[in-house]
């Protein structure tokens, strides 16, 4: 008799030995079944800036009384900026869910939403999942998951990402010298300048410029690379190849360039004044000689005519002589 009771008692702990985490064997089944944390989303791809909902459920067979989970994901990549549930709450990369359920749930769900910062294959991920059941206790760990989310450029933001106005320290008239069509530059800056400084401002003013993390220059070739991002998500580079003497480079001022502008203009317009004073001063000259040289003719003199009048003389007859 106490060899059947054995016996029997072997056999069900057998079965419990083989049976683990929801695993069928030979047609039987835990409780635990189907218990479970996943994720979905409507669709996988976000564009730059635009948010997307990310859902994490936990569902169970049997009544669940306790939830427990980290969601990780790609910092660089998106940006948490909501969830559904005080029951989950994050830091960067990271979402935690703690949740207690005191009448025992059989599925709960909680909506995550995140923000596409850079273009680029980005995950998020469930890991160190537990439900703890309702009735028997039993503290079940479920399966890593992962969902592969893909930030691509937005269709409708801008997508110039090139640099308007740019100025390094230690170049004169970089202003001049510099075309945002133009993406490297070989510049030369004086002994003193011993780092990468420079200001610059974007086409598009949401636009995002990185510059390199060292900004130090060695003495000689030096190569660095200013990164821009558009709204759109692409990018364009600009490389700066900057040789730093072993002298200072002598350049005029904007000061004394006016200065020396000023005195070139008083030089021509004395000259000129000079130029047009010598033109007047030899025409009369010339006038004067011309008066000289003209011969004085004599002017004749009026005649009065005196005009007489004459009564018309008489016929006198004279004496013919026989």
């Known amino acids: 008799m106490n060899k059947k009771i054995i016996s029997m008692i072997s056999v069900v702990a057998l079965t419990l030995g083989i049976v683990v985490g929801g695993m069928v064997i030979g047609g039987m089944q835990t409780k635990a079944s189907g218990t479970q944390i996943t994720l979905s989303v409507e669709s996988p791809m976000v564009e730059k800036d635009e948010e997307i909902k990310v859902l994490v459920s936990a569902s169970s067979g049997e009544a669940m009384s306790y939830i427990q989970a980290k969601v990780s994901y790609d910092a660089t990549k998106l940006e948490l900026i909501g969830t559904s ?55 079940i760990d479920v399966a890593d998951t992962s969902l592969p989310i893909e930030v691509v450029m937005s269709t409708t933001a801008p997508d110039d990402a ?43 003013a949401d636009s995002v410029i990185v510059a390199p993390e060292d900004l130090m220059l060695d003495m000689g070739e030096n190569h660095f ?82 005009t007489f009048t004459e009564e018309p003389l008489e016929a006198k007859a004279e004496p013919v002589v026989e």
């Open 85 to 139: 549930s005080g029951q989950a709450s994050g830091t960067s990369g990271e979402v935690f869910i703690y949740e207690a359920l005191a009448y025992g749930e059989y599925e709960r769900t909680y909506e995550l939403t995140f923000k596409g910062l850079e273009v680029g294959s980005s995950e998020v991920n469930v890991q160190e999942g537990n439900i703890e059941l309702y009735e028997s206790l039993e503290l």
């Open 225 to 306: 690379e200013v990164c821009v991002t558009a709204p759109a998500g692409n990018e364009q580079i600009y490389v700066f190849n900057i040789t730093r003497l072993d002298h200072e480079i002598e350049v005029e001022t904007e000061v004394e360039t006016e200065t020396e502008m000023e005195t070139e203009t008083a030089v021509e317009t004395e000259l000129e004044s000079e130029t047009v004073l010598e033109t007047e001063t030899e025409s009369i000259d010339v006038l004067e000689t011309e008066v000289e040289e003209t011969e004085l003719l004599p002017v004749p003199m009026p005649i009065e005519v005196e």
């Open 162 to 204: 090139r640099i308007k106005d740019l100025n390094v320290a230690g170049v004169f008239g970089m202003e001049d010298i510099f075309d945002p069509n133009v993406y490297e530059y070989d510049l030369e800056v004086g002994l003193s300048m011993e780092m990468f400084i420079y200001s610059a401002t974007a086409m598009n």
